[in-house]
């Protein structure tokens, strides 16, 4: 939401004060510190990556409302369940998602430091932020890093009309020389339940392939859409592949509901719904050294991507990008000229920071 | 294609004959009797799933034909380049690929079965068949398996024109209980490039999302787009997350082609061009136990797509599919009722055979 710095949607800040206002609000609530600061961490991340969707516009609406409910433990402390060489279970005590992802990758990238390679997956866990967070841990040691997360239910799968997944993301890291990272993080489902909310605010059509109606029949109606069910990646049917997204979007499910032993299919809360601990997760790492050497993998890397970036442009369009690129270029540019926070999170950050009694000095 | 079984356009065999046939021939152009029974055994095993494009139909367009040219050594012995604890790189030496894909597969599936999970990847190969087919082979260790290839070029970045990714297939496997298994084997192209032959030959329009012409634009015309490129799962541009498809499709390429220190990007061949071993596969292995018992596992899994199965349909659908379960359904029926080969197959196997001197005894 760059483009919209200037506008008076969007006020300014830095995100040191961000991440400060969000773990001072957590710590009120009964977070521990060092968990309100990976939060903070996590969810500025994504607003800083220009993922509004993701970043501190979900501090009251998702983290606070459910501890103040008592649906969500603040105190949870995440516990291993299993471990061997390169794999490790952990139970996060229906806590917060950041911490207990945080700290479960971090320990799957130890395993990978010693052994190559090593995967974990969490269970009864909750939402934990934009999968690339934990994805792009895996880059300072020159590992290649791999997240996913399944979450509400808001899609349907191939020839179906009941809601049975989340908008399950895939995030992939890789890293470069010179370029920034390669960071694929994508939902499988087309695009995410907020841009229906964003078309209907603005009285558009949705595109064809992007939702269903309750009865299950393609809609271009927001309103109809919200009462049904999101496509998978590839739309409706099978002839642009969306029984491809709709397996992909399975996948999710089964790496982190099924292998954790957590909840998974129906068991996933619908829109609406809360229930404690319902989430789970899935990551990987393993070394790049295993195969090659890290400066000719990295130096390769750029050559790869360049070659992308420069080749032809379809007519209308005068750049071609890399996943990753437009994240980390708002990244540089929001941490030169401050995060834009929309004025109604804006205002709900100084609403609920006084209700708690902490200063809002943003 | 089984139900055109009873056509004149297919003649049935047994798999066994087919296999048969496979391997004598590959033995009679100098391929090592192992390898053959390989090869033999992947491609027969992608017609008894019903990827006849895939199958035998390759055998001699593809395999024999690089053989006689001299451009692919058909006595090539895959050595290990790099080998750790949980990950092993393989130079394939301009060998066919599936050997080079098998030995490996069964490398990582070994270091998995010691560690709890492995990587494997594969350069200077050539094509290696389904790769559905390695991922499988990790289900009878109850292990998840994971395998990929990149390509021939056929497909255009998303806001490019120009042809720079294969069509880049993913395929994982899970095991289940009763269930069939889960086996997600897709290209990231939204179709593939066999399907604008057949849209060409039946002078039917392509469906918009397939393809683009060569200057770039999108193309319902078949002739226009085998001038042009194939367009990433997700269609053109960035509506129906065609970016999400491109991202994928390059996350092979980076994982076959990069990470394996073999070809990738602009040197990978265009369509019609026969570079020597500029094909590189990868593949992955992890272990059920390390995170749950596999018995609750395979149960969960079983309820996992008996939920899908069991969910609600679309008007005018009367069945959900999980991902496998058509090709397991169509390999249970070609078990019983024989292998089904098109008659233009079957006719150049014959002339095939015929010029080794070996017996056509399908």
Same mark, same amino acid.
């Given at each position: 939401m760059s483009e919209s710095v200037a506008t008076t949607e969007y006020r300014i800040t830095s995100e040191a004060k961000l991440r400060s206002v969000v773990s001072r609000t957590l710590q009120r609530v009964g977070v521990a510190a060092g968990d309100a600061e990976t939060v903070a *961490?996590?969810?500025?991340?994504?607003?800083?990556?220009?993922?509004?969707?993701?970043?501190?516009?979900? %501090? !009251?609406? #998702?983290?606070?409302s459910r501890i103040r409910k008592g649906t969500l433990d603040p105190n949870a402390v995440p516990a291993v369940a299993r471990e061997t060489e390169t794999t490790v279970l952990v139970d996060a005590g229906n806590?917060?998602?950041?911490?207990?992802?945080?700290?479960?990758?971090?320990?799957?990238?130890?395993?990978?430091?010693?052994?190559?390679?090593?995967?974990?997956?969490?269970?009864?866990?909750?939402?934990?932020?934009?999968?690339?967070?934990?994805?792009?841990?895996?880059?300072?040691?020159?590992?290649?890093?791999?997240?996913?997360?399944n979450s509400v239910r808001y899609g349907a799968p191939t020839f179906g009309r009941d809601i049975m997944l989340g908008t399950n993301p895939w995030a992939y890291a890789i890293p470069t020389a *010179?370029?920034?990272?390669?960071?694929?993080?994508?939902?499988?489902?087309?695009?995410?339940?907020?841009? %229906? !909310?964003? #078309?209907?605010?603005?009285?558009?059509?949705?595109?064809?392939?992007?939702?269903?109606?309750?009865?299950?029949?393609?809609t271009t109606d927001a309103d109809a859409a919200m009462q049904g069910a999101l496509l998978p990646l590839g739309g409706f049917g099978t002839d642009l592949g969306g029984h491809k997204g709709y397996g992909l979007g399975l996948l999710v499910d089964i790496m982190c509901g099924v292998l954790s032993g957590g909840a998974f299919g129906n068991d996933l809360p619908l829109p609406g719904q809360s229930k404690e601990g319902?989430?789970?997760?899935?990551?990987?790492?393993?070394?790049?050294?295993?195969?090659?050497?890290?400066?000719?993998?990295?130096?390769?890397?750029?050559?790869?991507?360049?070659?992308?970036?420069?080749?032809?442009?379809?007519?209308?369009?005068n750049r071609i990008y890399v996943a990753g690129e437009i994240e980390y270029e708002k990244t540089l540019k929001h941490r030169a000229e401050g995060v834009p926070v929309h004025v109604k999170v804006w205002t709900g950050l100084e609403k609920l920071t006084g209700e708690l009694g902490i200063p809002f000095d943003l």
């Open positions: *961490d996590v969810l500025v991340a994504a607003d800083l990556r220009g993922i509004e969707s993701h970043g501190v516009a979900r %501090l !009251e609406t #998702y983290y606070v806590g917060l998602g950041h911490p207990a992802g945080k700290r479960t990758m971090e320990t799957v990238i130890e395993k990978a430091r010693k052994h190559g390679a090593a995967f974990g997956a969490v269970r009864n866990s909750n939402h934990f932020g934009i999968a690339g967070y934990y994805a792009m841990m895996a880059l300072p040691h020159d590992m290649i890093g791999i997240a996913s997360t *010179d370029e920034p990272a390669f960071v694929l993080d994508f939902a499988t489902t087309t695009v995410p339940r907020g841009k %229906l !909310e964003v #078309y209907k605010r603005k009285e558009k059509a949705l595109m064809p392939g992007w939702a269903i109606d309750k009865d299950g029949h393609p319902a989430i789970g997760h899935f990551f990987g790492a393993f070394r790049v050294d295993g195969f090659r050497d890290v400066a000719a993998f990295k130096a390769d890397m750029d050559k790869e991507l360049r070659a992308f970036k420069d080749s032809a442009k379809t007519p209308g369009e």
